[in-house]
């Protein structure tokens, strides 16, 4: 049954709820990159079976920035037609005064067993405003096949892997197969530009554009540079397209075997080592390269569940977000999807660590990952990161330089920081 929404955008994908009469007692919006929906739509079955209580399951856009402004609307207009939304980490400060303060429903103890930086991020004003559901990095894919033909190991410098990249396109393209590409990424003016450039300037030691103290740090020469060097690969070693990426696309690509290296998220690991991709068994994950002074950075992603403060079952609403994201789903979503999970302890479990290795090896990068500067930044958080990813797109494009960009930038958020933080 379709949902009738003020939203057409929003698509209801339960199969549990066809064909019934009366609403369901829930509604969640969950997914949609990879296989998201379907894992999301999974649990949530699980948790109809257990309690007898019926779903709804409504499909986001792919799109983090799209995503937001979406929940913005439906928030600011107090709807109630969705009781749980799946939450950026970079979006509580945004959207914490619509959204219930979990410990409430769920107890004192309610994040118990999860990383506690992330609990930390989830907490505004003294209140869980999500559950921590997956955490993300920032990693690098690798044909492992094709860098032992060509005699490689993993590129540990930007310049190294600019040079494999090339050599490996080239010749590849050479003998015949002439959609072959060096290196895909996520280059659309969008939230995962954002979270490339911050790998990109942090990994030249250029800073992670506000500091924790808010003070504006991206115009300097390292930040330049990297944006520069990202330049220098559209059209060169990547495709001409990754201007338009997200995600998906850059998956598309890489596990359609025309790719050497792919800037993604754990999540594309699953899925190209699934039985239709064209890559299983030819991958291997390693942390991202550095260049100058700087050192590995991976930026931290992840989502994280809420319920809106205008949902009428909000109750029953946060026990549905306790059960997702407690042990049994956060282990399945890790072995089924390579969703990292939030829950320290899953990190040593054998069944997680057999079906996505990387979880050990990269331990360290999941830890220490960057974070982009949602928290000094607070409600101009938005903001920032639409002024830095239009910049870095701009450079990417070839319309402006590195060193123009980021001095532009430190004028616009200069303008935003007098403002709002
Ligand atoms: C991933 C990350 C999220 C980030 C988004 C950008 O989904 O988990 O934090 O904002 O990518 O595209």
Redesign the pocket.
């Known amino acids: 049954m379709l949902k009738k929404t003020l939203f057409p955008t929003l698509v209801v994908a339960s199969a549990a709820s066809l064909g019934q009469a009366q609403a369901a007692d829930l509604t969640i919006s969950c997914g949609a990159?990879g296989a998201e929906l379907q894992l999301c739509q999974q649990g949530v079955e699980a948790w109809e079976e257990k309690t007898g209580h019926s779903v709804d399951v409504v499909s986001t856009p792919n799109?983090?920035?799209e995503r937001l402004s979406l929940y913005q609307q439906i928030l600011s207009a107090n709807s109630t037609d969705i009781d749980i939304m799946q939450i950026?980490?970079?979006w509580p400060g945004l959207l914490a005064n619509h959204l219930l303060d979990l410990r409430e429903v769920l107890g004192e103890d309610a994040g118990e067993g999860h990383f506690s930086a992330i609990i930390e991020n989830n907490t505004i004003d003294d209140r869980l405003v999500a559950m921590p559901w997956?955490?993300?990095a920032g990693v690098l894919y690798y044909r492992a096949d094709l860098l032992e033909e060509y005699g490689h190991e993993p590129p540990e410098t930007w310049e190294e892997l600019t040079e494999i990249a090339r050599e490996i396109q080239d010749a590849e393209r050479e003998a015949g197969n002439e959609r072959m590409h060096g290196l895909v990424f996520?280059g659309r003016a969008?939230?995962?530009l954002?979270?490339n450039a911050l790998e990109w300037v942090a990994s030249h030691g250029g800073g992670t554009l506000v500091d924790g103290d808010g003070e504006i740090t991206i115009d300097n020469p390292q930040a330049a540079a990297a944006l520069d060097l990202a330049a220098s690969w559209v059209g060169e070693i990547a495709p001409e397209g990754v201007l338009n990426y997200?995600?998906e696309e850059a998956r598309g690509v890489f596990q359609g075997g025309n790719a050497v290296f792919m800037r993604n998220?754990p999540y594309a690991w699953a899925l190209a080592q699934s039985e239709d991709s064209d890559v299983r068994g030819k991958v291997g994950v390693t942390q991202l390269p550095h260049s100058g002074e700087g050192s590995s950075a991976a930026?931290?992603?992840?989502?994280n569940l809420a319920v809106s403060r205008y949902s009428e079952n909000a109750e029953l609403a946060a026990e549905l977000v306790a059960f997702l994201a407690g042990e049994e789903e956060q282990k399945r979503r890790a072995i089924e999807g390579a969703y990292n999970p939030t829950l320290e302890s899953l990190y040593q479990d054998d069944e997680v660590l057999e079906a996505v290795p990387f979880f050990g090896e990269l331990y360290d990068t999941f830890v220490n990952a960057v974070a982009?500067p949602s928290a000094p930044t607070g409600d101009a958080y938005g903001r920032v990161s639409n002024a830095f990813f239009s910049a870095v797109h701009d450079v990417l494009s070839g319309n402006r330089s590195g060193e123009q960009a980021v001095s532009d930038l430190d004028r616009e958020l200069a303008r935003l920081k007098r403002r709002n933080w």
């Open positions: 990159v799109s983090s920035t950026d980490v970079v997956f955490t993300d996520q969008y939230e995962g954002t979270c997200t995600e998220w930026t931290l992603g992840g989502w982009r």
